[in-house]
């Protein structure tokens, strides 16, 4: 590209600077633009709801859920709800986090694209389950649907890419995922048994996949006598008292797994250290588990974050918010499962409902 002298050369300087915990967190873009915070907690919790839903659909692991959640809350720290919408940044936040998780996480454009289409059909009430689906044509790549939502995904991810200045690297290692079974291990003194990094479920999801495993299988003396062996259980088949303690300390870890799948709908992962949600997590899920933590001859939080008088508010105000965030889901579920309107101005959102709707065809007796 040629310039002439009165014509100057306009440069674009990338901020490749990682900067995990933001200083001024509140004060966002949208907030500059006249956007309440209500309604950007709203869009925001809409947009993570896309994430989770998707994810769920893809089969992707937890891991991935967060860096994309985690993408999604940073760009909306630097550009305004009034310029991107939710569906754009979170089909481009989605995709950028398999790039980045990289081997069985990866996902093509066409089937990131696809999935959304499902969701914004479903969200449209074009379909109610998988069954009806047979009563909305399937989006055709000659068609303009599917032009639309690919170049909005392409033009979208370079410019998250931009925003984030290209280095999203850091983010899979800085998940409060990674430390939480570390701690619980150290706090409760148990094996060094990892947690399956496959589960972004929370509340009743885990509750259905417990009754799901909770199916027996008829078992032959020897074999049942092999078993209760390797699981501490004695001769009866009655649990130890040390095999019934780490089952239990495993399912605190779980319910702790659960706390930091919901944290990642909020802003905390650019507002406190990723120990610090890892630490709110634990709390809660001892809190509903009635397990009491020490605190003495010092706080137990200290053990992990160190001896800063703000850590333990700091740990309060996560544990609180993460409780908000249950609250609130509670008095909007039906917000959270529809089709909420972007805030960029007139309409010109890539899947506005006034531009174009698939036609549904009623089935013929």
Known sequence: MTSTSDDPVVMS???????PILSTAHETPSRRHGISAEVERTHRLYGTSLLYA???????NASTYATACTIFHRFYHRVSLTKY??????????????????????????????????LYRKRRHLIIST??????????????????YYENVVEMENQVL??????????????????????VRILLGLEPVPIADNSTSSGDDNQADANKDG????????????DNNKSGKDEKGEETNGNKREIRHFALAQRAWSYCNDSCRLDLCVRFDSEVITCAAIYLACRDMKIELPMKPAPWWQLFLGKDDKCGE?????????LGLIHYQKQNA????????????GGSTFNDPERFLWEVRTPQA
């Open 162 to 183: 931009r925003e984030l200045g290209f280095t999203l690297y850091w983010i899979p290692d800085a998940h409060p995922h990674k430390f939480l079974w570390e701690f």
């Open 85 to 118: 919408n939710v569906w754009s940044v979170a089909m481009a936040s989605l995709l950028l986090a398999t790039k980045v998780q990289d081997g069985p996480q990866q996902r093509t454009i066409r089937s990131i694209v696809l999935f959304f289409d499902h």
């Open 131 to 148: 069954k009806d689906s047979s009563s909305v044509p399937s989006m055709s790549k000659l068609g303009p649907v599917w032009k639309e």
């Open 215 to 226: 199916e027996t299988v008829n078992e032959t003396a020897d074999e049942k006598n092999n």
């Open 54 to 60: 998707a994810t769920k659909l893809q089969k992707l």
């Open 314 to 322: 700091n740990v309060a105000t996560a544990a609180n918010a993460i």
């Open 13 to 19: 300087v990338v901020d490749r600077s990682i900067v």
């Open 334 to 345: 039906t917000i959270m499962r529809d089709f909420l309107p972007s805030l960029v101005p």
